[in-house]
C-alpha cells in the first residue's frame, strides 16, 4: 500500500510499489539547542530502502541520527556532501544534483531545485540544497527547505507535494516558504494533495510548544488560493495512504 507517515519537521517515510524511504531523519530529543518532545526510534520506521537528504543544514542532516540506522543502507545526498556520510561508516553512498535521477527499489527519484542556502558551515564542502520527486504509480515532491522558485511549475502535476510552512523560531529567514508562499507554491505544483511538513516540532530551549498555527494558516490560505487541492494537516507519527490521489 502507498502511503506516508509524517514524523516531525522534514521527517517523512513514504512508501511507495512497496518501496520505503525516509526523507531527513532527524529523531533525537536535543539537536543543538533545538528540542522536541520526544525521540524518534529508528527501528519503528521499520524495513528501509533508502534515506533522502535535501541539504545539510543540522534541523535535516543529523549525523547522530544518521547512525542509528542500518550503514548498509544506501543514503542519497546532494552532490560533494558524499564523503562526510561515508566517514559515517555508510558503504553506499550516492550523490545527486539538480535534474539528475535514480532508482531505488521500484520507484524513480529525481533531484530538484531548492532555493535555501547550502552548507553547513564556513568550512564545509559546497553542496547544493535539493527537493525530490520520487514516482511509482502516484507522485510525491518533498520540497526540503525551499522559498518560491519559477521552476517549480516544471514539477506540475503532482499527486502530493510535501511542503515546508515554518520553521523551529518566532521568525524565517530568507530561503523559506511561510503559510502564504506554501499556499502560492499550489499553484504552480498543481498537487491533488498537500501536506504541510516543517512546522510544530522543534523549539529553542526556553520557548514554549510549537503549536499547528503554522499548519492551520496553510489550510486557511490554500483554500483561498488553490481551492482544487486537498490539504492535509498531519499529526506526528500520522499516516495519510495514497491510493486515494493516484
Known sequence: ???LTWL?????VVDLEDTRVVTDPVLRARVWHLRRNAEVAADSLGRLDAILVSHLHFDHLDLRSLRRFDHELPVVVP???GALVRRRGFGEVVEVDVGEEIEIGAIRIRATHAEH?????PFSAKTPSLGY???GRASVYFAGDTDLFAAMNELAPLDVALLPVAGWGPGLGPGHLDPARAAEALRLLKPKVAVPIHWGTFRTLFAEP??????RDFARLAAALAPEVDVRVL????????GAVS
Do not use: Q
Open 79 to 81: 552532490r560533494g556532501a
Open 8 to 12: 516531525g519537521h522534514s521527517t517523512v
Open 1 to 3: 500500500m502507498s502511503r
Open 235 to 242: 499529526s506526528i507519527g500520522e499516516t495519510l495512504a495514497l
Open 117 to 121: 542556502a547550502p552548507g553547513r558551515g
Open 210 to 215: 510549537a503549536g499547528d498555527g503554522p499548519a
Open 133 to 135: 520527486v520520487l514516482e
